[in-house]
Every structure is written in C-alpha cells, then in structure tokens.
C-alpha cells in the first residue's frame, strides 16, 4: 500500500455488529499490516544502525513455567541417532508458549470469519497461515517505548495498568521519538523483568497470565495505531493489552487481528533492549522477526532481534 492509498481508520467499513473497522481489501489479504513495510521503509530502517549491535527479543523457550493460559510446556529430548550424531525431537510444541506472533489465523471475528471475511478454515489456512509472514519476513524500524522506564517502580506489570494514547504519546516525546509510517512498535511494560523476579523469589507464578498492564483496547488507540500506520506491534507482556480488560471496550485482539490485519508480537524479551536504547540515547534500532515457514499456521516463535 503506498501512502497515497491509505484509508483513514474512521474512513474504514465498519462491521456494525461486532462494532469493529474493517481493513478488508484495503492490504495484502494475506499479509495484513506487513503490507506496509514497504522497501522504501526497510532501506530507512537499516540507517538506525549505528554500532552494529545484536540483541536477541526471545525468551528461554522454558522460561514461563508453567506456560501461560492453560498451554502445554515443550517436551524437549535430545537422541543419539547414530555414532556421534546427535538430534532433537520437540513434543508438545506450541509456538505461543514463549515469545510468540500472533497470525491472522490466531483470531476470529465470530460468525463474520477472519481476517478478509474468510470464513472456510481450510481456505483461511492456505490464506492467511503464517507461511505467507515467513516468506515476507519481518523487517523494519522498530520504536522501543520503554513504559516501565517511564514511571519507574511505581508502575507494575502483574496489575492492571492501561495505558491510553495521550501516555503512550507523552512517553514518546519524552524519549524524542516520532513515529513513521512501516515502524514497528515495540512495548516494554516490564513484565518479563517482573517475572524473572518474582521467580528468583520462588513465588507462585501460575496465576501470572490473570491480571497484567497494557495498553488500551479503546477505539482511540486502535485509530491511533491505524492512523500512524504502525506495521506491527510487540510487546513484552502476554498480550499486547491489559488484562481482564474492561468488556465495554471489547477485545483488541479482535479489533486488530481480524479487523484490520494486524501482526502482533507478546512475551518479547526487551529489558536488555532497554538498557542500550537508554545508554545510547536512541529509541529506534533495525527489528528483525523470521516466522516460521509452517503451512496454516496461527502462530509463530517470533525469532526476533533488535540491531542497534
């Protein structure tokens, strides 16, 4: 999508019955939001880098013991399958048990289908499976908003905190950032911090997916990521939003997922991120994601770096 072609959200179709804004037509049917990293972004991007540093946005993949929401922990067996030769078999594998991207299979707009209307799975899966996010990759400006930063240790990640659009625009001009077409946005709320903690303290953490910050799930943030055509969204608690959210503003996850496209990132491991961002007084850095290349997929470790 060039920038001339561009639909103000509030210009967008609205699916009345779920209340929700439709990008349908608008982008890539099977990219969604990647659609708008366009080259002409991506060239700009790589001038972020300046020292040529690389930091890995990934988890331990066993970190959240147990896993979140009911999920299944990875079981992990390494096998002599020859003289000297040596394999792993993963059982049990769920790609959003650690740091993950949300597809356009993840969610669906109730009777109304996924992203673009689809509403057959088997067409939806040859559609919109992460497969089509792995051969595009993911690659852009990536914008660290460091939220935890911002309010220091009065904000905590394991209550609900909801960040709206005028905090979120504050933080941003307080680190001297402006946002780009194609930019990835990513959100530190110093929840993985806080569950590295809590666990060194050997707390109890299987409640830890209950109750945590976010940002809003308002209209006014789902028109303020839209309008400022942010690519893609990543943030280091469980879902991007807060939770257990308030019902009268519905759920983000339907507002981006299957309305508009989005590719969202969770559990993303920013802290360190934080750090260099900080130190070197820069808050844009060069994002790298690599799906996996898994057919009809809703879901995908998100193989992220940041290179500073």
Request: net charge negative; with cysteine; aromatic share 8%.
């Amino acid at each position: 999508m060039t920038e001339a072609e561009f639909c103000q959200y509030d210009d967008l179709p609205l699916l009345a019955p779920l209340g929700i804004r439709t990008s349908w037509g608008k982008l890539d049917g099977s990219l969604g939001t990647l659609d708008l990293l366009a080259d002409t972004a991506v060239r700009e991007a790589a001038q972020s880098v300046a020292s040529g540093q690389v930091l890995s946005l990934s988890l331990e993949s066993d970190l959240l013991d147990p896993p979140l929401f009911g999920r299944r922990p990875t079981v992990h067996t390494v096998s002599e399958t020859g003289r000297n030769i040596f394999e792993d078999e993963l059982d049990q594998f769920n790609p959003q048990s650690s740091s993950q991207l949300d597809g356009l299979l993840h969610v669906r707009a109730r009777e109304y289908g996924f992203y673009g209307g689809i509403t057959d799975h088997d067409e939806a899966r040859d559609a919109l499976g992460m497969h089509h996010w792995a051969q595009r990759a993911i690659v852009g400006r990536g914008v660290l908003v460091d939220v935890r930063g911002h309010y220091g240790q009065e904000w905590n990640p394991f209550e609900e905190r909801t960040l709206g659009v005028e905090e979120l625009t504050s933080i941003l001009e307080a680190q001297n950032v402006t946002l780009e077409p194609g930019d990835i946005l990513c959100l530190r709320f110093g929840w993985v911090a806080e569950y590295r903690a809590r666990q060194i303290r050997r707390e109890n953490l299987t409640s830890a997916g209950d109750e945590f910050a976010g940002i809003a799930s308002t209209d006014d943030m789902v028109r303020f990521l839209w309008n400022s055509q942010i690519a893609a969204v990543m943030a280091d608690n469980p879902a991007v939003e807060s939770a257990p959210g308030n019902p009268k503003n519905g759920s983000l996850h339907r507002k981006l997922i299957p309305g508009l496209g989005y590719a969202l990132g969770e559990l993303l491991d920013m802290d360190k991120l934080a750090e260099a961002c900080h130190a070197r007084g820069r808050f844009d850095f060069l994002f790298v994601a690599a799906p996996l290349n898994l057919y009809g997929a809703a879901s995908s470790t998100a193989n992220a770096l940041a290179i500073l």
